[in-house]
């Protein structure tokens, strides 16, 4: 299928040829479940771009990707930036399965970087809307 020659292609050793894969995947959304655990895997690639399409194509597949949250939690402490940025926006997306990644999104919510603290708390709200609750009241 379509789905697993794209998975098959996040192992190539060409890196654009796994940024396309993760891009391609992305955009199939939740028909691309059958690949999270090839992105989970990209999610630890050596170049930036493939750790960031790899991210956010987890995002995009949604709650059927919440077995990446243990891979997208040690993303948010990524080198990158905008791998951290897209690690916050999936597990936002992931929506509730994501609870195991409420204590390292709170600590966020204590980044110097605003746009970090802005998109932690709209993750927790898609998450834990108590937790999110719980954090603005300190």
Do not use: C, W, Y
Not at 35 to 55: H, K, M, W, Y
Not at 80 to 87: F, G, K, Q, T, Y
């Amino acid at each position: 299928s379509f789905p697993t020659r794209r998975s098959s292609d996040l192992k190539a050793k060409e890196p654009h040829v796994r940024i396309l894969a993760a891009s391609t995947l992305g955009n199939l959304g939740a028909k691309a479940k059958m690949a999270v655990p090839g992105l989970i895997l990209a999610t630890e690639d050596n170049d930036d771009s493939v750790r960031l399409f790899s991210v956010e194509a987890l995002g995009k597949i949604g709650p059927d990707a919440k077995d990446s949250v243990p891979s997208l939690t040690k993303a948010l402490k990524d080198t990158s930036e905008d791998v951290r940025l897209r690690a916050i926006d999936a597990l936002g997306s992931i929506g509730p399965e994501a609870r195991g990644a409420v204590p390292a999104l709170l600590l966020l919510l204590k980044d110097s970087d605003n746009e970090i603290r802005q998109r932690a708390t709209q993750a927790l709200k898609a998450i834990d809307p108590k937790a999110s609750i719980k954090a603005e009241q300190k």
